[in-house]
């Protein structure tokens, strides 16, 4: 199901004129339409709308040459098989999660979250600034794929409890949804999880096939009501202290583009990343509020218990991928370095400012 | 002196094909080469480079059809003479930070960075989400001039001192080098303050005129060699939890582009923000180690009371500029709305999985 379509027109040659030193570059204008499935509902806050975003930057880049049709989940691929499906052919590009894809590739997983690892300054650092791009680029290519952030969602809340959390004992059995190596700690410590679409994550607490779910944070827990079948959220930021959002694209159809329409998705890709990052930052806080004045959530914290039984179980359970996938221990080193050097700037940076922010009285005259 | 060339080339007319449903936009392809003036030496780390690097994006995503020409500061104007330039016409852009036009634009400063203030993730979705660029926007449109932040160096070290600094009493009649509102702030608690463009910080902390600088954090500063003429590196956070990077460009220019460069303009400075930001987390980073463990650099913090007057003396300053400036009220309310809507979510993600990453025993796995 190839459904690009195209039209040559006819090619400009460069007009060299001796007076003028500067000539159009047009070349021959090939139009690109490419298909994008993607995880998320359609016009899904921030992610989905992301989705459009990103479509309509690199449309306006390309002056029009190229125009991307966004699908949602389950319009032409379920929301888990974005990736195959893009490996595949059937569509020309996807946008959804890197970790999702644990099952065919372990080491995807470093790219959008690590429990206690990364912040987003220091994932998108890593990213672009520290060879994590190369790495990733290596990893997906096997699978005909090529790979950019397209978008963050910031740090994430540990999620919407039915039952409240007093100690390590009250996880024992919980049914939770929650992907990814948190999703692994978790069934370290006794928790059962599974990964769901997001869109499957309201009836599944409601009806209690679920205990317990992690989605995204205040802005797209919102959306769903998860507030309305789950009386607690425990805010405490650990499985994901960011998330990577990613289009992936199939490396034949990537391969095809003429240099300059590759230069356009990887920067729409790059604007993309901080548009959609400060925009979950601002839209979690204006629910965050809501969730608390008008809907009477009850903000909880998981017990320091609790928290120590996952960061130890984290660590296994990234030790056992590293020592059992050669991919897995490529990419952690590189991010486990990456991240040894970046620290001692953030604690003295970002860290030490909100603890002083604080100290001194809180908001601004 | 307007140096804008271009060249008409022929219009492509839309082929109409039936069959085929997309239709190349390519219009009249002019090209245009433009000149930038900046604040900093040319090729200076990550600010220098930086805005080289928004030049070739600008080149690369308008496909060659737009050049822009890169100046240090001191080639066509001195580093603090940019917006006049590019208001006047001298050169069509300027790279630089809107705090340096105080003196002509007191607003300008909530732009670039307000001590205890918004950190970066909260400036940026402020500026993109919240209102931010739109007052830019119409403030800078009375000097004929269009902005956009094109870069950030995160937060930013208190500075370089030759002596301890053990109270407040230490700090009085201390002659420092250090920009914007906190500039104003610290003469409130006794120490003079002026700006001066980078370059010549060296010289002055040399030569006596200066006893202490800030200039930006660990990266920028041990290019221009501080930690060889200051002993001392105090690295509290307070007078810029972030500094915005701007472009600016004449109004006429910038009317006179076409809708798709406009877009292009747009969207690489968007780029450009999130690039040069994690280029200087991890620079600094990197610096940070070399500074303390190659140069023998004394790292410390200001004391309590210093920061608490600094504090004080800030929002004094704040105040006295809100009540006697119009644009700086109007702006200064959007700017300090926005922060308390972000700060309590920026405390429970951001800032408590900080604490959080700490607790459970440093550097993951």
């Given at each position: 199901?190839?459904?690009?379509?195209?039209?040559?027109?006819?090619?400009?040659?460069?007009?060299?004129?001796?007076?003028?030193?500067?000539?159009?570059?047009?070349?021959?204008?090939?139009?690109?339409?490419?298909?994008?499935?993607?995880?998320?509902?359609?016009?899904?806050?921030?992610?989905?709308?992301?989705?459009?975003?990103?479509?309509?930057?690199?449309?306006?880049?390309?002056?029009?040459?190229?125009?991307?049709?966004?699908?949602?989940?389950?319009?032409?691929?379920?929301?888990?098989?974005?990736?195959?499906?893009?490996?595949?052919?059937?569509?020309?590009?996807?946008h959804?999660?890197?970790?999702?894809?644990?099952?065919?590739?372990?080491?995807?997983?470093?790219?959008?979250?690590?429990?206690?690892?990364?912040?987003?300054?220091?994932?998108?650092?890593?990213?672009?600034?520290?060879?994590?791009?190369?790495?990733?680029?290596?990893i997906?290519?096997?699978?005909?794929?090529?790979p950019?952030?397209?978008?963050?969602?910031?740090?994430?809340?540990?999620?919407?409890?039915?039952?409240?959390?007093?100690?390590?004992?009250?996880?024992?059995?919980?049914?939770?949804?929650?992907?990814?190596?948190?999703?692994?700690?978790?069934?370290?410590?006794?928790?059962?999880?599974?990964?769901?679409?997001?869109?499957?994550?309201?009836?599944s607490?409601?009806?209690?096939?679920?205990?317990?779910?992690?989605?995204?944070?205040?802005?797209?827990?919102?959306?769903?009501?998860?507030?309305?079948?789950?009386?607690?959220?425990?805010?405490?930021?650990?499985?994901?202290?960011?998330?990577?959002?990613?289009?992936?694209?199939?490396?034949?159809?990537?391969?095809?583009?003429?240099?300059?329409l590759?230069?356009?998705?990887?920067?729409?890709?790059?604007?993309?990343?901080?548009?959609?990052?400060?925009?979950?930052?601002?839209?979690?806080?204006?629910?965050?509020e809501?969730?608390?004045?008008?809907?009477?959530?009850?903000?909880?914290e998981?017990?320091?218990?609790?928290i120590?039984?996952?960061?130890?179980?984290?660590?296994?359970?990234?030790?056992?991928?590293?020592?059992?996938?050669?991919?897995?221990?490529?990419?952690?080193?590189?991010?486990?370095?990456?991240?040894?050097?970046?620290?001692?700037?953030?604690?003295?940076?970002?860290?030490?400012?909100?603890?002083?922010?604080?100290?001194?009285?809180?908001?601004?005259?």
């Amino acid at each position: 199901m190839q459904r690009r379509q195209f039209l040559k027109t006819a090619g400009l040659g460069a007009a060299g004129v001796a007076a003028a030193p500067f000539v159009s570059s047009a070349h021959a204008q090939e139009t690109y339409t490419w298909d994008m499935v993607t995880s998320w509902p359609k016009n899904f806050p921030a992610l989905g709308t992301g989705a459009n975003d990103f479509a309509k930057r690199v449309e306006q880049l390309s002056n029009g040459r190229m125009t991307i049709r966004v699908h949602g989940a389950g319009e032409l691929v379920p929301a888990l098989e974005v990736f195959d499906a893009v490996a595949a052919g059937t569509a020309e590009m996807g946008h959804s999660t890197p970790y999702y894809w644990r099952g065919k590739l372990a080491a995807s997983q470093f790219f959008t979250a690590v429990p206690f690892g990364m912040t987003t300054t220091e994932m998108n650092a890593w990213l672009y600034h520290g060879g994590g791009q190369e790495l990733w680029d290596e990893i997906y290519a096997k699978h005909n794929l090529k790979p950019f952030a397209v978008g963050n969602t910031g740090p994430q809340m540990a999620g919407w409890f039915k039952k409240e959390i007093n100690s390590l004992a009250d996880m024992q059995g919980l049914k939770l949804r929650l992907p990814g190596l948190a999703g692994e700690a978790m069934n370290g410590i006794g928790v059962s999880t599974v990964n769901l679409p997001g869109s499957e994550i309201f009836t599944s607490l409601q009806t209690g096939v679920l205990d317990a779910a992690d989605w995204v944070g205040p802005y797209n827990d919102m959306a769903f009501g998860l507030h309305q079948v789950a009386d607690y959220y425990y805010t405490t930021v650990w499985n994901e202290p960011t998330a990577t959002v990613e289009t992936m694209i199939n490396l034949d159809a990537w391969n095809e583009l003429p240099e300059d329409l590759q230069d356009v998705i990887r920067e729409a890709a790059r604007a993309s990343n901080l548009a959609m990052f400060t925009e979950f930052a601002y839209r979690n806080a204006q629910a965050l509020e809501t969730l608390v004045d008008e809907h009477g959530v009850q903000l909880r914290e998981l017990p320091e218990d609790v928290i120590q039984a996952l960061y130890e179980s984290s660590q296994t359970v990234i030790q056992r991928q590293v020592e059992s996938d050669d991919d897995s221990r490529r990419v952690y080193e590189s991010y486990s370095a990456f991240q040894q050097v970046m620290r001692p700037f953030s604690d003295i940076g970002e860290y030490a400012y909100f603890k002083g922010r604080e100290q001194v009285g809180g908001q601004s005259a």
